[in-house]
């Protein structure tokens, strides 16, 4: 009898640990499922544009007597139309051209050099062509900013005066005109 008591005692400490075990199972079962359903990722991705291509074109004036004006258009240097070329892509704000020139640089050399910047294309713009842009000098060789009010293509035609100074010997010079555009003014 001894041993059918010991079998019972056996038989429910087994069922109890097997009750346990299942406990513990289930408990175990739940935690790794919530770990997987509140696994997750996110991806933030961005593109940054640019906002307009611009092209240049050089162009030589040729020579000037001491003393002497002279105006340079189109007509008389091709270079001077589409000097400046630009192809803006945002139609949700404005692009703005900055001209900065070391034209102040010649004041030795000339008492008047005069960059007269004119609208030569325009697209869905307040402007019409021909309106003058903006005015380099020796005064004033840089311009902060030409609102370029829709997106499309621009273009830029040059009118140069200027009125050289006595020289003792000839005297090469170059003007450099950096011109960048932005989306803020």
């Known amino acids: 009898m001894k041993n059918f008591t010991l079998f019972l005692l056996v038989?429910?400490?087994?069922?109890?640990?097997?009750?346990?075990?299942?406990?513990?199972l289930s408990i175990l079962i739940v935690s790794v499922s919530a770990y997987v359903f509140e696994?997750?990722?996110?991806?933030?991705?961005?593109?940054?544009?640019?906002?307009?291509?611009?092209?240049?074109q050089?162009?030589?004036?040729?020579?000037i007597n001491e003393g002497e004006t002279i105006t340079?258009?189109?007509s008389e240097v091709s270079e001077l139309g589409d000097a400046?070329?630009?192809?803006?892509?945002?139609?949700?704000?404005?692009?703005?051209?900055h001209l900065d020139s070391?034209?102040?640089?010649?004041?030795?050399?000339?008492?008047?050099y005069n960059i007269v910047v004119k609208f030569g294309t325009v697209v869905g713009s307040t402007y019409s062509v021909g309106d003058t842009a903006c005015t380099?000098?020796?005064?004033?060789?840089?311009?902060?900013?030409?609102?370029?009010?829709a997106a499309g293509t621009w273009t830029f035609d040059f009118e140069?005066?200027?009125?050289?100074?006595?020289?003792?010997?000839?005297?090469?010079?170059?003007?450099?005109?950096?011109?960048?555009a932005e989306s803020t003014a």
């Open 160 to 180: 140069i005066t200027t009125t050289a100074t006595q020289v003792s010997s000839d005297q090469a010079t170059t003007v450099t005109i950096v011109t960048t």
């Open 72 to 74: 340079y258009t189109e």
């Open 11 to 24: 038989m429910r400490m087994q069922k109890r640990f097997t009750g346990l075990a299942f406990i513990i």
């Open 84 to 97: 400046i070329s630009i192809v803006t892509t945002s139609a949700e704000s404005n692009v703005y051209l």
């Open 102 to 112: 070391d034209i102040d640089d010649l004041s030795s050399y000339y008492s008047t």
């Open 136 to 149: 380099l000098s020796l005064g004033s060789p840089d311009y902060s900013s030409i609102d370029l009010d």
């Open 58 to 63: 050089n162009s030589a004036l040729g020579d």
């Open 39 to 56: 696994s997750a990722s996110q991806t933030v991705t961005q593109t940054v544009k640019d906002v307009a291509t611009i092209t240049i």
